[in-house]
């Protein structure tokens, strides 16, 4: 019974190795395929919802005040109701002529804040043919835009987004980020994401740029506006109007590190009871899944006998191998392959407390805002 269990894994993770759109080997990235310049270069808006940012924000407003993008380009800069002098700071960065700051009117109900601000730099950006979205804590290497634009431009994309390159280098931060993206891209692989016969769709919030007419005949951010995943959202939406692509990138990087664990907790329990559709079915689901896919192999390693330590073994070596790549990216040890399944334990855990969250009335906790389901 116990070798029949054990075979359990070793099926999940040769699906995973296989047929999960390849996710894995994070093939899809802004440094391959690169299109050439277009013809004329069009004209785009960066839009960056702000709140309370004052310790960032001097950096990634001058990576964007100083691209190279040789069309028409300006940028927006939403002060969301900051008491840290967020706008202030902004607007003493070299460069700030071409900014805009727009001072942030009180959120309605049913919006999150992050796409209340959103709207608000939409309505300030006039008739753009682009829209850059992009956070207030990330930072652009200054052929960025050009880039993206190029890209857009040759696959006729609606959406072209960046999975920025987030903060890590502290024990923490090597411990349990690079899993962050490994995750999001099992959860949606770029493969299929970009390959617009699929269904799936995803964007990575730190940086897209979307076609502002594509968006338009969506719905604006209006038909997205109560929703805690924005980007995914937001990908599933301009997908029914087009091309999308997601991509890994250096280009793209976040300047905030997490001071420790909590905060990493905090940024993956915002959303992650969201991302199960709030059902408590899923919940259970989830994290019996996560048991039998990164709890089982080690135990069958270590505690099995026969052909059941040898199925362990095997599904241990799987997922190790399966993080390599990502390990790689952020140019971590290989090492850190054999500690998935702790890892895979503490996102279980930090998922269960995104629903002890959520039935607190705590649901969506970012920035002092609790935004899950409309909550204020």
């Known amino acids: 019974m116990m070798a029949l269990a054990a075979l359990l894994p070793v099926a999940v993770w040769l699906y995973l190795l296989a047929a999960r759109g390849m996710f894995w080997l994070m093939q899809e990235r802004d440094d391959r395929d690169q299109p050439p310049a277009p013809a004329s270069w069009p004209s785009v808006v960066a839009i960056v919802p702000a709140r309370n940012e004052a310790d960032v924000i001097a950096k990634t407003m001058a990576s964007l005040l100083a691209q190279d993008y040789r069309g028409q380009f300006r940028v927006v800069l939403v002060d969301d109701q900051s008491d840290d002098g967020t706008a202030k700071v902004a607007l003493e960065t070299s460069g700030a002529g071409r900014m805009t ?26 008739s753009p043919d682009y829209l ?33 390159k987030l903060h890590c280098t502290s024990w923490s931060e090597r411990y349990l980020i690079p899993a962050f993206v490994f995750f999001f891209a099992m959860l949606y692989p770029f493969r299929w994401v970009n390959d617009l016969k699929a269904k799936t769709a995803a964007a990575a919030g ?52 997490y001071h420790g664990m909590a905060e990493i907790r905090a940024m993956i329990a915002r959303s992650a009871f969201a991302q199960l559709g709030y059902s408590s079915l899923a919940l259970i689901g ?20 026969d052909s059941a330590q040898a199925s362990g073994i095997l599904a241990w070596a799987a997922m190790a191998l399966a993080f390599q790549p990502i390990l790689n990216f952020y140019r971590l040890s290989p090492l850190w392959g054999l500690a998935l399944p702790l890892i895979g334990a503490v996102y279980a855990a930090f998922t269960l407390d995104s629903a002890l969250q959520h039935w607190r009335g ?6 002092g805002r609790a935004q899950a389901l409309g909550r204020t």
């Open 101 to 126: 700051v727009v001072s942030g009117a009180p959120r309605p109900v049913g919006w999150t804040g992050k796409l209340w601000a959103v709207r608000q730099g939409i309505s300030a950006a006039g």
């Open 206 to 257: 730190g940086c897209m740029l979307v076609q502002r007419e594509a968006l338009e005949r969506a719905g604006n951010i209006d038909a997205i506006r109560s929703e805690i995943i924005d980007d995914c959202a937001l990908a599933r939406l301009l997908k029914q109007m087009g091309p999308i692509w997601l991509g890994l990138s250096e280009r793209a990087t976040s300047v905030r590190p």
């Open 132 to 164: 850059w979205l992009t956070d207030a804590d990330i930072a652009h290497a200054s052929d960025n835009l050009s880039r993206l634009v190029a890209r857009a431009e040759a696959n006729r994309l609606v959406l072209a987004s960046l999975m920025a």
């Open 286 to 305: 989830t994290v019996a899944g996560m048991i039998v896919v990164y709890a089982a192999p080690p135990l069958f390693a270590l505690l099995g006998q």
């Open 362 to 367: 705590r649901g969506g906790m970012w920035k």
